[in-house]
């Protein structure tokens, strides 16, 4: 079974403070996203990543950045966190080479005060 | 236009129905298409992927494409309280990313 992991469930960080959210799959995935899902706007992308050290901007990369330093880690920064920021975390992965199935991380739910 | 559409609900339906979940997509170029379930505070949960035209049966869960009418639906069999969610379309576009439709809120009635 595919599997991806996010570092925290539940996170509360203060406004201008640096946040790091960690994502982790376990199945040589190329391919991996970050989303946040806010009610009433659905899934947005905020970056994703094609390989080791390759990334691209989604729909909404302002205020956030990516690091891909290892094909099964991920990680989204906030580089001055603020409360609009506030929301859920979804990170996902794809194996590009067969079905396109996207498997999701169990989400981490991002207050920011 | 949206890329993805699907009826934000609420449907309703009673215990042992059919569950029917439609979406629409504007890409003709589309490939891959998706339905998600997602329980409040919880992740999305892929449950079934379809390719081709007609339709791909899982269980109680049955895909419906028709790419001609850039249409695809969700049919759930024998409806369950546990099935009350919210079911997300995602269709596959050209550069590899899904797109992600709003999401329709099934709740099932015992």
């Known amino acids: 079974d595919v599997k991806v992991t996010q570092s925290s469930r539940y996170l509360v960080k203060r406004t201008g403070e640096k946040v790091f959210l960690e994502c982790v799959q376990d199945?040589?995935?190329?391919?991996m996203f970050w989303y946040r899902q806010d009610p009433g706007l659905g899934l947005r992308l905020i970056y994703f990543?094609?390989?080791?050290?390759?990334?691209e901007k989604g729909d909404i990369p302002e205020g956030y950045s990516v690091s891909r330093e290892k094909k099964e880690r991920f990680s989204l920064i906030l580089e001055s966190a603020s409360t609009n920021q506030t929301s859920m975390y979804l990170c996902a992965s794809i194996f590009s080479g067969g079905s396109y199935e996207q498997y999701f991380g169990p989400g981490t739910r991002l207050t920011v005060t | 236009q949206k890329e993805v559409e699907q009826n934000s609900g609420p449907l309703s339906v009673p215990e042992g129905a059919i569950a029917s979940l439609n979406c629409t997509y504007s890409?003709?170029?589309?490939?891959?298409f998706f339905w998600y379930r997602q329980y409040s505070g919880k992740s999305p949960e892929l449950i079934m992927s379809i390719y081709s035209n007609g339709d791909k049966e899982d269980g109680r869960f049955t895909a419906q494409l028709n790419k001609a009418s850039q249409y695809v639906s969700l049919l759930i069999r024998d409806s369950q309280p546990s099935d009350s969610a919210t079911y997300l379309c995602a269709v596959r576009d050209r550069g590899g990313k899904l797109i992600f439709g709003q999401g329709t809120e099934l709740s099932v009635k015992p």
């Open positions: 199945m040589d995935h190329e391919n």
């Open positions: 990543s094609y390989d080791v050290k390759m990334k």
């Open positions: 890409d003709r170029g589309s490939q891959s």
